[in-house]
């Protein structure tokens, strides 16, 4: 992968919130990949100020998530669908009817899983996935034991996720146990990967998904075999690289 090594959170929303542009700009219906949780805000915002100030027409923009929590109540704040209304579609303008986030339902979700991959084969692939990654290394909700060829499908969340999410809930205890997250394989066949992260506590999982063996237990190495990745990061995520 490509490593970027930015000031800071803002200088990576500048800076990817360009690329996005460009694309946009490229061609108007491009499919775009969207990460929930912290890191990816810094692009959204820089993307709708972008938007805004060149007047981009994002009419036709399409979107997936990565995931959703498994189970909780519908139109939930810290839901996905709520989190990439309120952060994605909102800000940027884009129509909600493009954006697609897989449904949490738990009656329907196998269902969910297979109408989610065919959902993004008919879109025609996604142009730009931007990234997160978590402290154990997961990508998407594809905690470490992903298969590397996996597909949307339901995951169990591991006790240290389940921590670092709990900020956005009221109790520790509302953290959902499982969530619908596309698989490894399915991150690969976007056509470019953006993998965001911040701070020390991401250090050792931007290292090992940089520059470790690819491996299942490592689901952000899965990024060494695309051939257009590209690593934004600040100083403090950095600084484990060699
Ligand atoms: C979110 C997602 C996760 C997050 C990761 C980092 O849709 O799939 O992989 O990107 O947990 O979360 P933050 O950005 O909150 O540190």
């Known amino acids: 992968a490509e490593v970027v090594i930015v000031p800071d959170e803002a200088a990576a929303g500048e800076l990817v919130a360009g690329a996005v542009a460009e694309l946009i700009v490229d061609r108007p219906d491009s499919v775009l990949g969207l990460a929930t949780g912290s890191t990816p805000l810094s692009t959204y915002r820089a993307l709708a100020r972008r938007i805004e100030v060149d007047r981009l027409?994002?009419?036709?923009?399409?979107?997936?998530?990565?995931?959703?929590?498994?189970?909780?109540p519908a139109g939930h704040p810290e839901g996905y669908r709520a989190v990439i209304t309120r952060e994605v579609v909102e800000p940027l303008g884009l129509r909600p009817e493009?954006?697609?986030?897989?449904?949490?339902?738990?009656?329907?979700?196998?269902?969910?899983?297979?109408?989610?991959?065919?959902?993004?084969?008919?879109?025609?692939?996604?142009?730009?996935?931007?990234?997160?990654?978590?402290?154990?290394?997961?990508?998407?909700?594809?905690?470490?034991?992903?298969?590397?060829?996996?597909?949307?499908?339901?995951?169990?969340?591991?006790?240290?996720?389940?921590?670092?999410?709990?900020?956005?809930?009221?109790?520790?205890?509302?953290?959902?146990?499982?969530?619908?997250?596309q698989g490894i394989g399915t991150i690969l066949r976007a056509r470019h990967l953006v993998l965001l992260a911040f701070g020390d506590a991401k250090a050792q999982a931007v290292a090992d998904a940089v520059e470790g063996p690819v491996s299942a237990s490592r689901p952000g190495s899965a990024i060494q075999l695309h051939p257009h990745a590209t690593v934004v990061v600040d100083e403090a995520a950095a600084s484990r690289l060699e």
């Open 98 to 181: 493009l954006v697609h986030v897989p449904n949490g339902a738990p009656e329907t979700i196998r269902i969910a899983a297979a109408e989610y991959e065919r959902a993004i084969d008919a879109a025609g692939g996604v142009d730009l996935q931007i990234l997160g990654i978590g402290r154990t290394g997961h990508i998407g909700f594809n905690e470490p034991g992903s298969s590397l060829a996996s597909l949307t499908r339901v995951k169990t969340l591991t006790e240290e996720t389940r921590a670092d999410n709990a900020r956005f809930f009221d109790s520790p205890d509302e953290v959902p146990m499982h969530c619908i997250t």
């Open 57 to 72: 027409d994002v009419s036709r923009v399409r979107g997936f998530a990565l995931d959703e929590y498994v189970g909780l």
